[in-house]
């Protein structure tokens, strides 16, 4: 599939984020009994790259859910959980990851489910921040990069579940 538009992040920029990212969590999480939830299916080219990064023990997880309709670039507001994290998680330190915050929908209803069944401690990582749509008062605790209110995909962003194979990330032009 061809894709027109201007290059965001190169495959080097995005591992350099992912690398600081997996070094500062490495850091605050040593002594913590880390469980990553993975956010599908954006998040799952960004969770294996930063999984790699974190020198600790880790549980992974995941959640899919939805808040698009179809080939939409917006938010519908509603966030659906379609596949839920199947197994208590009171022992463990969560770190919700996803790739992209852009309303705060989603990752606020996650954080809000997953709080509610009393990990140890609860926190948010996104290799994207678009702080300009946010809808919802929401900050992310370990963030990548904020940026501009682009459309973009690569990187397992998509439009209409294509693009997430791109190795870079690309504002979407048609």
Not at 6 to 12: A, G, Q, Y
Not at 140 to 146: F, L, P, R, S, T
């Amino acid at each position: 599939m061809e894709h027109h538009g201007k290059v965001l992040f190169d495959r080097e920029e995005i591992e350099k984020m992912v690398k600081s990212l997996g070094a500062t969590i490495t850091e605050d999480y040593k002594d913590k009994n880390l469980m990553i939830v993975s956010l599908l299916k954006g998040a799952f080219v960004f969770t294996a790259d930063l999984m790699r990064e974190i020198k600790l023990p880790v549980v992974i997880e995941f959640m899919t859910t939805s808040s698009y309709i179809d080939k939409s670039t917006k938010s519908t507001g509603f966030v659906n959980i379609l596949q839920d994290v199947n197994r208590d998680i009171t022992p463990f330190d969560i770190l919700i990851v996803d790739d992209i915050i852009d309303s705060g929908f989603t990752m606020e209803h996650v954080y809000n489910v997953l709080s509610s069944r009393g990990p140890k401690s609860i926190k948010t990582c996104t290799l994207l921040d678009k702080p300009s749509r946010r809808q919802v008062d929401f900050s992310c605790d370990y963030v990548g990069a904020a940026i501009e209110d682009h459309f973009i995909v690569g990187y397992g962003l998509n439009l209409g579940d294509y693009y997430r194979n791109v190795d870079h990330i690309f504002v979407y032009e048609e």
